[in-house]
């Protein structure tokens, strides 16, 4: 019966034990004094393109993992810890998932900003050198946005920089925090006010329109999201252009597209981030849901309500039965989305596939979101049986590819 217990606790891990093994900004700092200045900044080319940020990669070879990066290493494709401009380390993880998305871990385990696709990106506003901006799509590369920062500081223009969907503020405190709801907002970006430093514009949906908004770097609101696009207007007195005086005036004349020179399809994009942050959403959700079953589990064991007999027998059928299931499921939806496409085979198993031009984008993105709903379980239950002593064989379905 303890033993019970103590598989039930195993699985509390998030919510118990693993507090007292949170590490601090020190102990990042202690990594660092451990790797060369070379080879931190090879490190940081690996976790993305253009990262001048000193990073070291955590892995299973990475000596004194506690309990929470051992969790992120079994759950991303690659875990980082990194340095701001300045070289004080950030009080965050930096992860990266199969897919190339990446986002932001805190040093407590929870996610701040689920992995999205694009950049992130470390730029000061003044003398705050711990803003990130996740999911940046309108650079090249991460060095890229910090140049467009550079040349825009130099020459104290009233401009707009980058186009992302979240920012991490703090990010070199323990105050760390994202600073609005994955789901209030579809993007963000920064606007020079012309004196080294920015507000926010944020885009959401209003109605069936995408509509642009401002708030200060406090999340206050400047201006309500009902405008297409902003510009700057001045003051008599502000001769140097310091933007201390000026003030954003909204417009329906505008297009923001134009204002962010951003080459892409930017209505298309919008549609394509809302879906992402969506099904971000609903993973975030499931690994709650999969919190609160392990809680409601060891609530009703010590209450008494546990069933009776062989428990330990029936979980250890139990676990690979449902990893089975669920991988049959992807399986199923891994067939689906390819249908009309192609599968690649290795060994004679399933490695990836195309859902091909026959697919319409609606079908394929739901398709996808169920595709990754299997995946998501069947990685959370062979971990869940990993931490009991259960080897459940890894499925080719568990992290299976399909590009549109």
């Not at 990106?121 to 309108?138: A, D, H």
């Not at 550079?150 to 991490?168: Q, T």
Request: hydrophobic residues 35%; charged residues 25%.
């Amino acid at each position: 019966m303890g033993k019970i217990l103590l598989s039930i606790l195993t699985v509390l891990f998030p919510t118990i034990a693993v507090f007292c093994q949170q590490r601090s900004a020190k102990d990042i700092e202690k990594m660092f004094k451990k790797v060369s200045q070379l080879e931190a900044l090879l490190n940081a080319g690996s976790f993305q393109e253009g990262n001048f940020l000193k990073t070291i990669v955590l892995s299973e070879r990475t000596t004194d993992l506690n309990a929470i990066e051992r969790e992120l290493i079994d759950t991303y494709a690659q875990v980082a810890v990194m340095c701001n401009i300045k070289g004080k380390p950030f009080c965050c993880y930096f992860v990266k998932d199969d897919e190339n998305k990446r986002g932001i871990v805190g040093l407590d385990g929870k996610v701040m900003v689920p992995p999205l696709s694009g950049y992130i990106c470390n730029i000061p506003n003044g003398n705050n050198f711990g803003l990130l901006l996740v999911g940046e799509l309108s650079s090249t590369t991460s060095s890229d946005l910090f140049q467009k920062w550079g040349d825009l500081i130099k020459s104290r223009d009233n401009n707009i920089l980058g186009l992302f969907s979240a920012i991490v503020v703090d990010a070199d405190k323990p105050t760390i925090h994202s600073l609005f709801p994955l789901d209030k907002y579809i993007f963000l970006s920064l606007g020079s006010k012309g004196n080294g430093k920015f507000d926010i514009f944020t885009l959401k949906v209003v109605g069936d329109e995408a509509l642009w908004g401002i708030v200060d770097m406090k999340g206050k609101e400047i201006l309500p999201n009902k405008y297409t696009g902003f510009y700057r207007k001045g003051h008599l007195l502000d001769g140097n252009n310091t933007g201390l005086w000026g003030k954003w005036v909204g417009s329906t004349e505008m297009d923001m597209s134009e204002a962010l020179n951003y080459g892409k399809d930017l209505k298309a994009d919008t549609q394509r981030r809302r879906n992402e942050l969506a099904s971000a959403l609903n993973s975030v959700g499931e690994s709650m849901i999969g919190a609160a079953e392990s809680i409601e589990a060891a609530q009703d064991y010590l209450s008494g309500n546990a069933a009776s007999g062989d428990s330990e027998t029936t979980v250890s059928g139990d676990l690979p039965t449902r990893y089975s299931k669920w991988a049959g499921l992807a399986e199923r939806h891994y067939n689906s989305l390819t249908n009309l496409g192609s599968k690649a085979k290795k060994g004679g198993k399933d490695v990836g596939g195309s859902a091909g031009q026959g697919m319409s984008s609606s079908n394929y993105t739901q398709m996808k979101k169920s595709l990754r709903e299997a995946q998501s379980e069947m990685k959370r239950i062979r971990q869940k049986a990993r931490k009991q002593g259960i080897n459940i064989p890894k499925s080719e379905y568990e992290d299976i590819q399909v590009k549109y």
